[in-house]
């Protein structure tokens, strides 16, 4: 562990304890304990297998943690109902449906079933609160477009207007620009940015790419065969030695004039 | 071949062993027998009945087995095969048809005219397979429906032209009974050379397994291989099933032994695989004459290998690995959307002014139109039970199309209504002559014992509706084989199950009638109330749950609920008919897009199609009559293939 961790963290409003996960008999992840900020954006990094997807579904709900446990607000994941639970926390699947055949209304509404459910009135407050996300992620006026005729960009923002419909204080979101080009990763990424600070919502992405971390997050848990191996700002993880220790490869750091985030490369 | 197995090895041993004790008993009779002089009964069975029937079996099954290997190989798909592709129920369905209304095409050739139906059923289930990369999931789903779709359709045929067709039906269940050296011979020099053919294509297979990219680097022609494959495939099971009729799941277990037996290299696979199935079928119909005696006539073979075959596909589903696959009702173009008000206004409007007609317009004992209120007492149970019927296939179909993603999901393909039927059989076979109280029960315990039989084996994957959907199928077609085998033996009783198969509504009366229409009210109201569920499913079980849908609880009773649908509409028009897979297409159609709207509109249009089906059976051949669910199936097929073609261009 990378001592930063302790000063960045402070009292969490996602918290892990000694979580563990096994399947049948193989150790995915190991006593990981951490904590993730309100109003803070997170990223979960480490190489494939590193257990970070596992890490996310278990806060997600969508796997259980074989010891330890995942706390939302004080609370037990696990002791939340489905929708209870789906009102304080949103997610995004690293897969998400096609929505063929719904407009980006249809499909940003689906957002507020926690609220209504199976047979509730969608109200005039479930309304705005659709109208509220739309206008977040800024595709404000394609209200009746067509999902599948929006751009990749644009597709991956109106799942995300539909997690800001479900009105929770936390969005975790799996490798959320993995299918992105540059311009659109960045797109996304900054408005998860925008949204922890305005909003104060507790932010958790799992990325692959060390350097959109850096330059996004606020603050940067990394795995390693199941287990934390750093924790901290990203200063604090922008080392050769940390980097190696990630990576398993010779990384430099250099700090290019006019970026505020230092960059890595290999060497 | 390298690389034999011990276990496997050991098990063909003794298989070989056993088939010959088998065959000795069976031949022993005629051989040993004393000589007599003259006219020597025992010697002559033997010559011209029991060898040539022996030797049906082993080219029938050698070539079926053949054309198996090389559909999984070239597919890549471990559940490909004559029977999983519709191939063999496309060949019979082609030849009943001709059969009956154009015989004289089978003069000109009955090979020709099962290649057609073979070729035509092939070339339906690739291009619904094209459209989703050929995966292997598709192409066993669309080709299992089409094979029920066809084996239903010409059983209805056989029931709607002459009961003493019955024979007809014993030949299309697969019956190797033969009274002399004829059929064998010729099936076996045609069968002969589409094996020598097989031998040009060994290496370009062997390339195949290198994967697309690197076989065509190296020059080989994917398309021309593919097709040359395919087509040799498709000519066995053709050539098999004019001689034959369908043997069921020969070509899907020998290839999967082969490769079991560790026959790895192409030819090695090849030729294992059609000498297991020519032992297999050898030794299935030398059982069955030897238990079934003199009655094994009757008995066909090629049903009974479907009801030992399709346990077998069920126990090797786990096997197939399903990609997941876009889930979602990937291909429908979006519509234009506005004011669903008229829509329904006009849907609703055509459907009452329908039910007018049905009530009041019909023919006369001269054969002249009449309209008049007399024979309304006469017809109002058939139209309201067509009406209760077709809103609850449409409804049905709608939830499992959305509940699985796949716009081929339909009733049928769940198997509830082959569980209704069997159930239904099972009735007809213990009690006499069945109340309708008595049909109710019997058809009901059926259909909701092949849904509890779905549920059970698809508990382990959290019901996801892959499984659920191959599984019913599997059943299905288990069903329809231990109905085809009832209905095979002969007995009048199996001409009431036909009746029911064919989907009359001749049965209906005032009580049943009402019956089905509240019970429609009743399981269509649910439905209504789930569309938020609805709506959010098709996003992909992982959002739906994200969003806080219990998705396990809520797949358990959209599932039943389709169920008991189905079961309840199968009571009133049988098995049969493509209502459920059409009506939501419909309304879809029409712009109804929101589960709720899908919902009520598939509703409206299922009735209207059920009801207009009833009317035009009762009157277009007057006074003979169709019935209404055989017509809606003629008029499904087409709508099936012209939604293949709108969605081929977009």
């Given amino acids: ?267 | 071949m390298s690389g034999l197995r011990v276990l496997p090895a050991i098990v063909i041993l003794c298989g070989i062993a056993a088939a010959s004790a088998l065959l000795w008993m069976l031949i022993a009779p005629g051989l040993l027998a004393p000589e007599v002089p003259g006219y020597d009964a025992a010697r002559m069975r033997l010559v011209h009945s029991t060898l040539p029937r022996l030797a049906t079996a082993l080219i029938a099954g050698f070539a079926l087995s053949l054309a198996g290997a090389l559909l999984q190989q070239v597919l890549r798909n471990p559940l490909a095969s004559p029977t999983t592709l519709g191939v063999s129920a496309g060949a019979h369905l082609a030849l009943a048809g001709a059969m009956l209304f154009f015989p004289a095409l089978l003069g000109l050739g009955r090979d020709a005219v099962a290649l057609l139906g073979a070729g035509l059923a092939a070339a339906l289930v690739m291009a619904l397979g094209a459209r989703r990369g050929f995966s292997p999931l598709t192409l066993v789903l669309s080709g299992l429906v089409i094979g029920l779709w066809c084996g239903a359709l010409a059983a209805a045929l056989v029931y709607l032209n002459d009961r003493r067709m019955v024979s007809l039906f014993i030949w299309g269940a697969g019956s190797l009974a033969t009274q002399s050296w004829e059929a064998p011979l010729a099936l076996l020099w045609k069968t002969g050379l589409l094996t020598l053919a097989c031998g040009f294509l060994l290496r370009p297979l062997t390339l195949l397994e290198l994967g697309d990219e690197e076989a065509s680097a190296l020059g080989l022609k994917l398309a021309r291989t593919r097709f040359l494959a395919l087509a040799l495939a498709v000519g066995l099971s053709a050539l098999v099933t004019s001689a034959v009729g369908v043997i069921g799941f020969i070509g899907l277990v020998a290839p999967i032994l082969a490769r079991l037996l560790g026959a790895r290299r192409i030819p090695a696979f090849l030729l294992a695989s059609g000498l297991i199935g020519a032992a297999l079928l050898l030794t299935t119909d030398a059982l069955l004459q030897l238990i079934a005696g003199i009655f094994s006539d009757l008995l066909p073979t090629g049903a009974v290998t479907a009801v030992f075959g399709s346990p077998l596909l069920l126990l090797l589903l786990p096997r197939l690995k399903i990609r997941r696959e876009p889930f979602a009702l990937a291909s429908f173009a979006p519509r234009r959307r506005g004011d669903l008000g008229p829509g329904f206004a006009l849907v609703a409007a055509a459907l009452a002014g329908l039910v007018v007609l049905a009530l009041f317009l019909g023919r006369d004992s001269g054969g002249g139109w009449s309209f008049d209120a007399q024979m309304l007492s006469l017809r109002a149970p058939r139209v309201f039970t067509a009406l209760a019927a077709g809103a609850m296939l449409a409804v049905s179909g709608l939830l499992l199309q959305r509940l699985t993603g796949n716009e081929m999901a339909s009733p049928e393909v769940l198997g509830v209504s082959s569980g209704a039927t069997l159930g239904l059989a099972l009735g007809v076979f213990l009690v006499a002559t069945p109340g309708f109280a008595a049909q109710l029960g019997f058809a009901g315990m059926g259909a909701f014992a092949v849904l509890a039989a779905i549920l059970i084996s698809t508990r382990r994957s959290a019901l996801a509706p892959e499984r659920v959907l191959l599984v019913g199928i599997a059943l299905s077609a288990l069903v329809d084989a231990l109905v085809g085998l009832m209905a095979a033996t002969g007995d009048p009783r199996a001409l009431t199950i036909l009746r029911w198969m064919s989907g009359s509504t001749y049965g209906a009366e005032a009580g049943s009638a009402a019956l089905l229409c509240a019970g429609a009210l009743i399981l269509i109201l649910p439905a209504l109330l789930a569309r938020r569920w609805l709506d959010l499913l098709p996003l992909g079980p992982e959002t739906a749950s994200a969003l806080g849908i219990p998705v396990r609880a809520a797949r358990l009773r959209l599932f039943a609920l389709a169920g008991a649908l189905s079961a309840a509409a199968t009571l009133g028009v049988g098995p049969l008919s493509f209502v459920g897979l059409m009506a939501p297409h419909l309304a879809r159609e029409l712009g109804f897009s929101r589960a709720a709207s899908q919902t009520a509109g598939a509703a409206l249009i299922g009735a209207l199609l059920m009801v207009a089906a009833d009317w035009i059976g009762r009157t277009a051949v007057f006074p003979w009559q169709i019935p209404a669910g055989l017509v809606a199936a003629l008029t499904g097929a087409p709508f099936l293939i012209l939604l293949l073609f709108r969605r081929g261009r977009t």
């Fill in chain 1, 1 to 267: 562990m990378v001592s930063a961790a302790a000063s960045a963290s402070g009292s969490g409003a996602f918290r892990l304890e000694g979580v563990g996960f096994a399947v049948q008999g193989r150790e995915i992840l190991r006593d990981v304990t951490l904590s993730f900020p309100e109003g803070r954006m997170t990223a979960l990094l480490g190489h494939n297998g590193s257990g970070k997807s596992t890490l996310l579904r278990i806060m997600a709900r969508r796997a259980e943690a074989t010891s330890g446990a995942a706390l939302w607000d004080g609370r037990a994941v696990r002791a939340f109902g489905e929708r209870a639970f789906a009102r304080e926390v949103a997610w995004l699947p690293q897969e998400m449906g096609s929505a063929a055949g719904m407009t980006l209304r249809e499909l940003v509404a689906c957002g507020r079933y926690p609220w209504h459910g199976p047979l509730g009135r969608f109200t005039p407050e479930d309304g705005r609160k659709v109208a509220a996300g739309i206008e977040a992620v800024g595709l404000g006026g394609f209200e009746e477009r067509f999902v599948q005729t929006l751009s990749g960009g644009e597709r991956q923002r109106a799942w995300i207007a539909m997690m800001l419909a479900q009105d929770g204080r936390c969005l975790l979101l799996d490798e959320p620009t993995a299918a992105l080009d540059v311009a659109h990763q960045v797109e996304v990424l900054s408005l998860l940015r925008r949204l922890a600070q305005e909003k104060g919502l507790t932010v958790v992405v799992v990325m692959h790419e060390i350097n959109m971390a850096a330059r996004f997050c606020d603050l940067i848990h990394a795995l390693k065969g199941g287990e934390v191996v750093a924790s901290g700002p990203p200063d604090g993880i922008m080392t050769p030695e940390t980097l190696r220790l990630i990576y398993d490869v010779e990384m430099n750091v250099t700090h290019p004039p006019g970026r505020e985030a230092p960059l890595a490369y290999v060497r």
